[in-house]
């Protein structure tokens, strides 16, 4: 991998995040992605990602500056993955330069009582992006269709009323969240959706790390060790998601999460290649407002010191 210059940063992210996106799921099947995936780079190429990484950051910040100046598309991302996939740490390197005036960043943990109150969609809806902002989902409402299929009991706890509830409910959640996305993206809410797929051998080893460390046991669950034993349930439960949810409006992409240093330059990718297809500028200003500038800076000249 060689220097990459800001021009050839905008035409490589296309080659690093198109293998990875989903927008038909017909024929995805999970186990086509390996975790371990880093494409053509090798572990020497890494500080050389990691450059391009600060490269992308830096042009994600002045994509997101023209996004808040335009003030007319919004850009919803959306994180899932298994416990210790990295979702927190790509978040944080990914968007670090971001104005946090612009972006807005929600997690999304066991719902509440009034959660619980509302349809599951609900309490989403009330953190979506506003026109010129980047919202991000750590976590979503596909929580309902993963550890509420894993664990169905949990079912109970919503209060839908029981004939309700029958056997086609899963189907009927995929097509509710495919159509609200659809909905957002005819309204300007661009939706992008990224799965990061870590191995079960890689989640042990995390795991053990967060154990061993105890600067990072605050970041252990037993509960994490809990929702280990449910691994296969989960993986089928996120392939059935991902083939019911891709879309060409709101793909998904399932990058290979085993390697950080890889799985943070397919994320920043994918988020460049959708900001720069929004043709972002800066507003443009009219003849009469260029009066008024022009009044304003002469008497800001004219001002005694």
């Not at 990295?86 to 971001?98: A, C, L, R």
Request: charged share 30%; with cysteine; net charge negative.
């Amino acid at each position: 991998m060689q220097s990459i210059s800001r021009k050839d940063l905008i035409r490589r992210a296309c080659s690093f995040a198109e293998p990875f996106r989903i927008s038909s799921g017909e024929s995805f099947r999970l186990e086509d992605v390996d975790p371990e995936d880093t494409l053509h780079l090798e572990a020497e190429d890494k500080p050389l990602a990691k450059e391009a990484l600060t490269m992308g950051i830096e042009l994600l910040a002045e994509y997101q500056d023209k996004l808040y100046a335009q003030d007319s598309w919004g850009l919803l991302l959306i994180f899932q993955a298994m416990d210790a996939a990295g979702k927190d740490g790509t978040i944080k390197h990914v968007m670090s330069g971001v104005n946090p005036q612009g972006c807005q960043v929600s997690s999304f943990k066991a719902p509440t009582s009034v959660d619980l109150d509302h349809d599951y969609l609900w309490r989403c809806m009330q953190c979506l992006p506003e026109r010129g902002r980047i919202g991000i989902f750590n976590r979503s409402y596909y929580e309902d269709t993963l550890v509420v299929r894993v664990h169905p009991e949990l079912l109970e706890h919503q209060k839908i009323p029981p004939e309700l509830v029958g056997k086609d409910i899963w189907k009927e959640r995929f097509k509710d969240i495919r159509h609200f996305e659809s909905y957002l993206s005819r309204n300007g809410i661009i939706v992008r959706k990224f799965f990061l797929h870590v191995s079960k051998k890689e989640q042990k080893r995390r795991f053990l790390e967060r154990l061993n460390n105890p600067e990072k046991n605050w970041k252990f669950s037993a509960a994490d060790i809990r929702e280990r034993a449910f691994w296969e349930d989960y993986m089928a439960a996120y392939e059935d998601m991902i083939r019911h949810t891709a879309s060409d409006e709101a793909p998904w992409y399932v990058v290979p999460a085993n390697n950080k240093w890889f799985t943070r330059v397919a994320v920043a990718a994918a988020i460049i290649e959708t900001l720069d297809s929004l043709n972002l500028r800066y507003p443009k200003v009219g003849e009469e407002a260029r009066r008024e500038l022009e009044s304003a800076r002469q008497a800001l000249e004219a001002e005694k010191a």
